[in-house]
């Protein structure tokens, strides 16, 4: 599979007629890249490396169909209107190769990218190499170069340095080992996807089955790295090996990034946590394919997928399922070892994100679910649910009515408070603090008169349920900027308004999954999958108590079951 450059992804190259665009674009064409076209303004309707030129990135997309990664050649100062105008035409993945890219642009870009759903390596990237597939930016030279010292294989690397992210590959290669991505991350203080982006990518991709990390002095990428191993979020081996150990604090150790400010970002801090949450680190760059070859060889082995169509072009590729005679796996791990060994959210997190949560977030994943089992004969859906049933409907479409009811003013406020979430981050990237930011939200949502999701309750001041969600979340190491930010929109209402608007479940479910680093538009299938229980069983006790076709009047049930505990 290999992360972020692969043979089937349509590439447009920005700045394609300038010098290197267009030799660059000639060597990843020459490598297998599929560049489908390029873009610079003025010079639409021309030819460049065989492929059209267009104005403009949209209009680029409006001719060539899906264009998935734009690569950008274009001088730094420029770069800021490009990068925007790749994003706002849609395109998700950029490679921006240039160099001196100024901060606050790329501060700029990243903001507008978290509010597109978009990603960008770099800027002041050699770019990505994925072996025998794609090439993106300006990694290796001619494709038969390339081609001597790098083959697929397990191997993912994510590095800071362009320079030992192709001699890392050629290392492995000449011990034998096969790369599956290389990620030169940018030399830059700030980029798009630091070491902890990367590696989450590496997490998912069933090639890589080990990565080695190339870190250096300065920001904090590699405490990162450690910080969502720690978490549970990478739990694929990591060989580490942090360059910069002599220097000094206030000296640049070669890229722009790598220096020590104020005691942070040195060599032996970088060193000590990687090692507390089990990376090998490799004190020598040397001893790298070593290590490498010795945790491979710990692995256990794996057979390589082989297709059964006749015509190649009917195969077509799933991540999720893999079923061979007596082994059935789920993402790559077999059911019958998950069996007994994992608890049942832990495993539905595994199919909806293709990673295993650590065993000690278990019981958070678990009182998330259990928090929205049900919540009374009124909801919607338990309404759809039980009118479906009483008219005589079989259980799965009654079923399927009450998740039809969950839209976006029922059960949709989690996906809508995730990305209030992101949306102040967005804003502290720019430079906002987090009280500023969330305050500039709230006005901006009074102002446009939208509802804040994930705060207020109709009936709950303290809902029960969200203090015991953000006490696990605390508790198990989760909790981080999505629970420090649904705080801080309570907070700020109450600035603003002088009234309380707590925290309801959907706001404390919606901080957890952002930091448990789930996308916002699975935010509401975690609340269906936990509503689904307590639907079914109102649609059994709707058709085993109640007469065929009555009148639903939702306020008027009465419970009758076990008494309170
Ligand atoms: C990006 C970089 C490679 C461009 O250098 P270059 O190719 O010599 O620059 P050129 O001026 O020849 O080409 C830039 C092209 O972009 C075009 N361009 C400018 N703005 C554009 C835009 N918004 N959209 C598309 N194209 C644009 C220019 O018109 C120019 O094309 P032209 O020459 O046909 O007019 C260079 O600025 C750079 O940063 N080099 C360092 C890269 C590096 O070391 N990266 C890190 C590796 S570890």
């Known amino acids: ?49 065989g492929v059209p030129v267009f104005d403009s990135v949209k209009q680029a997309c409006a001719e060539l169909g899906n264009v998935d990664i734009s690569v950008l050649f274009i001088p730094a100062p420029l770069v800021r209107s490009a990068a925007l105008e790749a994003i706002d035409a849609g395109i998700k993945t950029l490679v921006i190769v240039p160099d001196r890219v100024p901060v606050y642009d790329v501060l700029e870009i990243d903001a507008a990218a978290r509010q597109h759903g978009a990603r960008f390596v770099g800027p002041n990237t050699l770019g990505v190499l994925s072996p025998e597939q794609a090439v993106l930016g300006m990694m290796g030279g001619r494709a038969a170069a390339i081609r001597e010292w790098a083959f697929a294989g397990p191997v993912g690397i994510t590095s800071r340095s362009g320079g030992i992210t192709t001699s890392m590959a050629y290392y492995l290669a000449r011990a034998g080992i096969g790369v599956s991505t290389a990620v030169h991350v940018g030399g830059d203080s700030i980029v798009g996807m630091p070491h902890a982006r990367v590696l989450e990518l590496f997490e998912r991709d069933p090639q890589t089955r080990l990565v080695v990390m190339f870190g250096e002095i300065g920001t904090s990428q590699e405490e990162e790295a450690a910080d969502l191993i720690e978490r549970g979020l990478f739990t694929k081996p990591l060989i580490a090996y942090i360059g910069g150990k002599g220097a000094k604090e206030g000296t640049r150790f070669s ?52 297709s059964t169509a006749k015509d190649p072009a009917q195969t077509w590729h799933t991540a999720i399922t893999d079923i061979q005679p007596n082994a059935i796996r789920l993402r790559g791990r077999r059911l019958d070892a998950l069996m007994g060994e994992v608890t049942f959210s832990q495993a539905i997190f ?99 008169k939208r509802v804040l999701s994930g705060l207020g309750h109709r009936i709950h001041t303290a809902d029960p349920r969200t203090r015991q969600l953000l006490a696990l979340a605390a508790e198990c190491g989760v909790a981080a900027a999505g629970v420090d930010t649904i705080r801080a929109l309570t907070a700020a209402f109450t ?26 538009e699975l935010g509401n299938a975690f609340f269906m999958i936990a509503r689904t229980p307590g639907l079914v069983a109102h649609i059994m006790e709707e058709k085993t108590r109640e007469k065929p076709m009555r009148v639903i009047y939702p306020n008027h049930a009465v419970y009758d079951g076990p008494e309170p505990e």
């Open 255 to 306: 890229h722009a990034g790598a220096i020590i400010e104020g005691g942070r970002g040195g060599h032996a801090g970088k060193v000590a946590r990687l090692r507390e949450v089990g990376a090998h680190i490799a004190e020598h760059f040397n001893d790298i394919p070593q290590i490498a070859a010795d945790v491979l060889a710990n692995l256990p082995a794996v057979k390589p997928a082989e």
């Open 495 to 520: 600035r603003v308004t002088g009234k309380p608007l707590p925290i309801n479940v959907d706001g404390a479910l919606a901080a957890i999954l952002y930091d448990l680093r789930i996308p916002p």
């Open 350 to 448: 595994l199919a909806l994100t293709g990673h295993l949560p650590a065993a000690h977030v278990a019981p958070l994943l678990d009182a998330m679910f259990v928090s929205s089992i049900d919540h009374g004969t009124t909801p919607p859906s338990t309404l759809s649910a039980r009118t479906a049933a009483s008219t005589g409907a079989p259980l799965n479409a009654a079923l399927a009515a009450g998740l039809l009811s969950i839209n976006a003013f029922h059960g949709g406020a989690v996906e809508d408070a995730m990305r209030m979430i992101a949306a102040v981050q967005a804003r502290m990237s720019q430079g906002m603090s987090l009280d500023d930011a969330a305050q500039a939200l709230v006005e901006e949502y009074r102002a446009a």
């Open 1 to 49: 599979m290999a992360i972020i450059a692969a043979s089937h992804k349509r590439v447009i190259v920005q700045g394609i007629t300038g010098r290197e665009g267009l030799s660059r674009a000639r060597l990843m064409l020459d490598y297998g890249t599929q560049v489908v076209g390029g873009v610079t303004p003025g010079k639409g309707g021309q030819e460049a490396a």
